[in-house]
């Protein structure tokens, strides 16, 4: 991400160059189907999601404790059964390659936002307060689906493993 080619010129002094990462899964139907949101990451985000904890219907898949354990398949099914997916983290650094995934997946994304990775996308999701996010596209799935598909054009461009690897020559 652009923030963390900043963090390496900070640290080294070099310049680097930022590469997406392409996406990885076959693209699905936009929609915004059930009741659930789902939150996908590894242990060391788990304490971005504290504030969000007691969202009705949350569904975490993790390698923490008490949560769905993480294995592909299992994020893969919880994300194609979720209404929202909530990406949450704590390294301003990140990548957007969970936005992309749930878009890719056709799932409406809710986040708090402050990764500007992330931020390159939120025209196609929800950035800023995270119940007002959820509850805004349980109530108006047909707007959403249609970030959604306007999301995945975007991302099946961009984020292409084509596109990526041209990138790499």
């Known amino acids: 991400s652009e923030a ?14 930022v590469i997406d990462d392409p996406y990885e899964t076959d693209e699905q139907p936009a929609a915004v189907a059930g ?51 909530l990406v949450t983290g704590n390294n301003a650094g990140a990548s957007a390659n969970r936005i992309v995934k749930a878009l890719r997946a056709g799932r409406f994304v809710v986040t708090p936002g402050g990764v500007p990775a992330w931020e390159e996308l939120r025209e196609f999701c929800w950035v800023g307060d995270v119940r007002e996010g959820v509850a805004w596209a349980m ?22 493993p084509e596109t990526v690897a041209a990138k790499w020559q």
Not at 47 to 71: C, E, F, H, M
């Open 4 to 17: 963390m080619r900043e963090t390496v010129k900070r640290a080294t002094g070099r310049d680097s160059v």
């Open 35 to 85: 009741e659930f949101v789902v939150w996908t990451g590894h242990g060391a985000n788990i304490s971005s999601l504290k504030p969000y904890a007691d969202l009705p219907g949350l569904r975490v898949v993790s390698n923490v404790q008490g949560s769905i354990p993480w294995t592909i398949r299992r994020e893969t099914d919880c994300i194609a059964q979720a209404a929202v997916v």
């Open 139 to 160: 109530n108006n799935r047909e707007e959403a689906c249609r970030m959604i598909t306007a999301g995945q054009a975007a991302v099946r461009e961009r984020f292409a």
